[in-house]
């Protein structure tokens, strides 16, 4: 199968489309690439190591390719921007608000519709791991933010039909940024970004802290101004917003 110029391979389960992606990567050559798409995972992974509940009728995939090192963190913002462009493409999106929760996570009325997991391959491949809640949207034990799915948002949609508009933007989007550096990018990401502006608390495993989130470095970092008005960059950490 060949999906907007990516062979596609599919099966009904896999532990997870990531580690599948993983290892065909180990004997992968040079040039090649690849999406793993299955439609349940019974050991589905989330960022920092929390799991990734995956019932059938949601979409799970993964996209194989190889990278400099350099723009790995590119690809967190393209992801997610892609994610949403998709979404947006529904006219049902109008009564939504679609919003981007830095790093990675799509928002549809500030919960969670997606997640998106990056992990380096063998040599110079990149695995960029894509759940979406098409139908379902799982309630973890440890939760962490409200989450949602197309369908319960008001989108009723096709998972291959949504992956199809999602690779066409994420094409587009590569595109881009062979053009033009991460800086397009980051600017199109900010437009769709939630709270900018706004206080935020950002936790690092037990550190918490608080400001205004004002803005991206020019490589994606977090901008936080604290009371102080000193402006501190977060690389990495989970973003939780005060009660709207
Ligand atoms: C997150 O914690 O928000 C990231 C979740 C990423 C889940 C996707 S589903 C497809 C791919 N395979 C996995 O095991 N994880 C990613």
């Given at each position: 199968m060949n999906i907007e110029n990516w062979d596609c391979f599919y ?6 489309t990531n580690t599948w992606a993983l290892n065909w990567a180990e004997n992968a050559s040079s040039g090649q690439k690849a999406l793993f798409l ?23 995939f993964s996209l194989c390719f190889e990278t400099e090192p350099?723009d790995i963190?590119?690809f ?43 992990e380096k391959g063998a040599k110079n491949f990149l695995i960029v791991g ?44 590569i ?70």
């Amino acid at each position: 199968m060949n999906i907007e110029n990516w062979d596609c391979f599919y099966q009904n389960e896999v532990d997870s489309t990531n580690t599948w992606a993983l290892n065909w990567a180990e004997n992968a050559s040079s040039g090649q690439k690849a999406l793993f798409l299955a439609d349940a995972q019974t050991l589905g992974r989330g960022r920092r190591g929390r799991s990734w509940i995956s019932l059938s009728g949601n979409l799970f995939f993964s996209l194989c390719f190889e990278t400099e090192p350099a723009d790995i963190s590119a690809f967190t913002f393209i992801s997610s921007l892609s994610l949403a462009e998709a979404v947006l493409e529904y006219p049902e999106s109008q009564n939504i608000g679609v919003a981007l929760k830095w790093p990675n996570d799509v928002l549809l009325n500030g919960a969670k519709v997606s997640g998106i997991l990056i992990e380096k391959g063998a040599k110079n491949f990149l695995i960029v791991g894509i759940g979406v809640n098409i139908i379902e949207a799982p309630q973890a034990s440890n939760i962490l933010y409200p989450v949602i799915s197309l369908e319960k948002a008001g989108i009723k949609t096709d998972k291959l039909f949504f992956l199809k508009k999602f690779l066409a933007h994420w094409n587009k989007n590569i595109t881009l940024l062979k053009a033009n550096g991460i800086t397009d990018i980051l600017q199109k990401w900010l437009k769709l970004a939630y709270k900018l502006g706004e206080n935020i608390s950002i936790s690092q495993r037990e550190n918490v802290e608080s400001g205004k989130f004002i803005g991206l470095d020019d490589k994606g970092a977090l901008l936080l101004q604290k009371d102080d008005g000193v402006v501190e960059k977060k690389l990495v950490g989970d973003v939780f917003f005060d009660k709207d």
